[in-house]
Nanobody
Framework: QVHLAESGGGSVQAGGSLRLSCAAS????????LGWFLQAPGKEREGVAT????????YYADSLKGRFTITLNDAKNTVYLQMTSLKPEDTAMYYC????????????????????WGRGTQVTVST
């Protein structure tokens, strides 16, 4: 069992930056993927980015590539999401998730492939 805890959310003006963190505890020794998803009110959860714990392979949502960067600490138990040039449309609840399944370009953003989820951290971007 893996427990995930997000932090770092908050309110920021458009153009600003935030860094989200997600600490994984429990059985994190199994190779897998740590990902970030967002869910805006009334919308489905969508993938932001994911990173493999073995080789550091990353996948990003095309619409966010270049503004958001996902990284993993050396202990491979904390994943970060650096968000820059934030826009009001980035406002959402951001969730951390972990998967032990095989990932590739076409499926990494499917929420059902992740078995552990954090409770989320709110990001609000104002004009």
């Amino acid at each position: 069992q893996v427990h995930l805890a997000e932090s770092g959310g908050g309110s920021v003006q458009a153009g600003g930056s935030l860094r989200l963190s997600c600490a994984a505890s429990g059985d994190t020794s199994v190779p897998g993927w740590l990902g970030w998803f967002l869910q805006a009110p009334g919308k489905e959860r969508e993938g932001v980015a994911t990173i493999g714990t073995t080789f550091g392979t990353t996948y990003y949502a095309d619409s966010l590539k270049g503004r958001f960067t996902i990284t993993l600490n050396d202990a491979k138990n904390t994943v970060y999401l650096q968000m820059t040039s934030l826009k009001p449309e980035d406002t959402a609840m951001y969730y951390c998730a972990r998967s032990s399944e095989l990932m590739y370009e076409r499926i990494w953003s499917v929420p059902g492939r992740y078995s552990a989820w954090g409770r989320g951290t709110q990001v609000t971007v104002s004009t």
